[in-house]
């Protein structure tokens, strides 16, 4: 059972906006630094955004980062087919002393 | 180009051990603390362990905790997981994951595509 709650899925029309919530607490979220990842159905987890609103070299700017507190939020805007794929979040929890992913989410392209 | 690629699933029986290994390059892997994820057939990514560049930092899943040891060569730009004790819980495919420099085990930046570990009799 994953420490990080996450929404089981959102779904919007192709070119509006849609945004996953990450949910979590003071010894994961709310003292540390929160990643997300794209798993396209059959591959491995790719990195989108680090540090709570960084973007790796290559990934397009449709995708943000932000972090309030103890919840995070990832934002994709002008939705692709493409973006069809399951988001987690993730981040170092204090107290585990082990990384945390969230339950995920599926983005549907409707 | 980094690449990580994994080897050493397949199927145990319960109560078997098994060895996973992951070949690291195009990066200076003593530098870089490494990971282990795994992921259950049509369920969400589990982190399982990570080790610091230099070893001295072992860090483990409540839920592996006692079975699973992991452990790097740095001469051979490899990282290993021991599993000992395994359930049929553990069936899952197994990444290894490179982390952000400095000791961190977040920001896996990149993955490698896993070896599936399975657990039956």
């Known amino acids: 059972q994953s420490v990080l709650t996450q929404p089981p899925s959102v779904s919007a029309a192709p070119g509006l906006r849609v945004t996953i919530s990450c949910s979590g607490s003071s010894p994961n979220i709310g003292n540390n630094f929160v990643s997300w990842y794209q798993q396209l159905p059959g591959t491995a987890p790719k990195l989108l955004i680090y540090e709570n609103n960084k973007r790796p070299s290559g990934i397009p700017d449709r995708f943000s980062g932000s972090k309030s507190g103890t919840s995070a939020t990832l934002g994709i805007t002008g939705l692709q087919t493409g973006d069809e794929a399951d988001y987690y979040c993730g981040t170092w929890d204090s107290s585990l002393r082990a990384e945390v992913f969230g339950t995920g989410t599926k983005v549907t392209v409707l | 180009e980094v690449q990580l690629v994994e080897s050493g699933g397949g199927l145990v029986q319960p109560g078997g051990s098994q060895r996973l290994s992951c070949a690291a390059s195009g990066f200076t892997f003593s530098d870089y603390a490494m990971s282990w994820v795994r992921q259950a057939p049509g369920e969400g990514l589990e982190w399982v362990s990570g080790?610091?560049?230099?070893?001295?930092?072992?860090f483990y899943a409540d839920s592996v905790k006692g079975r699973f040891t992991i452990s790097r060569d740095n001469s051979k730009n490899t990282l290993y997981l021991q599993m000992n004790s395994l359930r049929a819980e553990d069936t899952a495919l197994y990444y290894c994951?490179?982390?952000?420099?400095?000791?961190?085990?977040?920001?896996?930046?990149?993955w490698g595509q896993g070896t599936l570990v399975t657990v039956s009799s």
């Open positions: 994951a490179k982390g952000a420099g400095g000791g961190s085990y977040s920001e896996l930046g990149y």
């Open positions: 080790i610091s560049g230099s070893s001295d930092g072992t």
